[in-house]
């Protein structure tokens, strides 16, 4: 069992670029949600998916887009970076979605 | 609309005195609420998971219940390495399954 891993830990991008984080699930598990930290505040629902489907979304714009592959990793996507991007981003997995999560360390993103 | 409210949002207290975390949350159908662990710079960690009011779970100097509108993090004795920002999530049904965090409440624990 090797837990939710996070690539990479930290990132600076310039306003108006793209960016790709990557996350690979606990091993088993078939569930991974995406989540936007800002400083001193709680964790936003981005998405989830459940075996290679979207299966719930927070109120973030078509600019954040996401993949689940054959083998459960995740990548998110975001367009067009604003310097509000600037945040922690979590990539979480489960065993199913209605299960506990197990949460990787994060990425750091900062957009100047 | 699905909310988390915790309180207080920071909370000082001396080795061995013990206090308890609040909760609030309205969502449309509870799956479950989660108790999370955060230390700075770093994702949350899993404590508990709660399903029914009436429902305990304990973890060392951790206790968390539930109610129909509320949860409690009882923390008894508290030692510094318990200090850290404490999230309460909730898990909506309705096929949404989307978890709702609460902003959390810092703990401070001064020896």
């Known amino acids: 069992e090797t837990g939710v891993t996070q690539s990479p830990t930290h990132l600076i991008k310039t306003r108006g670029q793209q960016v790709t984080l990557r996350c690979s699930s606990q091993?088993?598990?078939?569930?991974v949600s995406w989540y936007q930290q800002a400083l001193g505040q709680g964790p936003q629902f981005i998405f989830q998916?459940?075996?290679?489907?979207?299966?719930g979304r927070g109120n973030f714009p078509p600019r954040f887009s996401g993949l689940q592959f054959p083998n459960y990793s995740s990548e998110l996507n975001v367009n067009a970076l604003e310097l509000d991007d600037s945040a922690l981003y979590l990539c979480?997995?489960?065993?199913?979605?209605?299960?506990?999560?197990?949460f990787g360390s994060g990425t750091r993103l900062t957009v100047v | 609309e699905d909310q988390v409210t915790q309180s207080p949002e920071a909370l000082r207290l001396q080795e061995g005195e013990s206090s308890s975390l609040n909760c609030s949350y309205t969502v449309s159908g509870l799956r479950g609420l989660f108790w999370y662990r955060q230390d700075p710079g770093k994702g949350p960690e899993f404590l508990f998971t709660?399903?029914?009011a009436g429902e305990e779970k304990e973890k060392e100097r951790l206790k968390a219940t539930l109610t129909k509108k509320e949860s409690f993090l009882h923390i008894t004795a508290p030692k510094p390495e318990d200090s850290a920002t404490y999230l309460c999530?909730?898990?909506?049904?309705?096929?949404?399954?989307?978890?709702?965090f609460g902003k959390g409440t810092k703990l401070t624990v001064n020896p």
């Open positions: 979480a997995s489960s065993l199913d979605p209605g299960g506990g999560y197990t």
């Open positions: 998916y459940y075996r290679e489907e979207e299966n």
């Open positions: 999530v909730v898990q909506a049904g309705g096929g949404s399954e989307k978890l709702v």
């Open positions: 709660l399903y029914s």
């Open positions: 091993s088993g598990h078939n569930t």
